[in-house]
């Protein structure tokens, strides 16, 4: 299903990739909507972050850029990783651990983290 991606990331039980023509697609656990990807369009970049707990339930969220700047989050939330609604002029994102970052053109950068 990702072989036709041009942008990969991997989370901790999930993958996302972004499609030639801008649309995403994911695969992997959906426990916590880390896939639910499916009217993500005019995407740019990619990131897939996780969260390991202690039931090791496998939590992760996903992050797209698109190219007008705007980013898009889905999966566990629950260190506010993916409230990113606001977020505009982002040149690039990354996800990590119960965290999202955005880096806007000025070089300074957007935390989603409670």
């Known amino acids: ?16 990739g972004r499609r030639w023509d801008g649309t995403v697609l994911a695969a992997g656990n959906t426990a916590a909507a880390e896939c639910r ?3 993500w369009e005019d995407v740019v970049a990619v990131a897939a ?11 992760s969220h996903t992050v797209g850029l698109r190219s007008d700047g ?20 982002v040149t690039a994102v990354a996800a990590g651990w119960r965290h999202t970052l955005g880096l806007l053109a000025s070089g300074r950068v957007l935390v989603g983290l409670r």
């Open 1 to 16: 299903m990702l072989a036709s991606s041009s942008v990969l990331a991997a989370g901790r039980r999930h993958s996302v």
């Open 37 to 39: 990807v499916e009217r």
């Open 49 to 59: 972050g996780n969260v390991h707990t202690a039931r090791n339930t496998g939590r």
């Open 70 to 89: 705007t980013v898009l989050a889905t999966g566990w939330n629950g260190d506010g990783q993916c409230d990113v609604t606001g977020w505009r002029g």
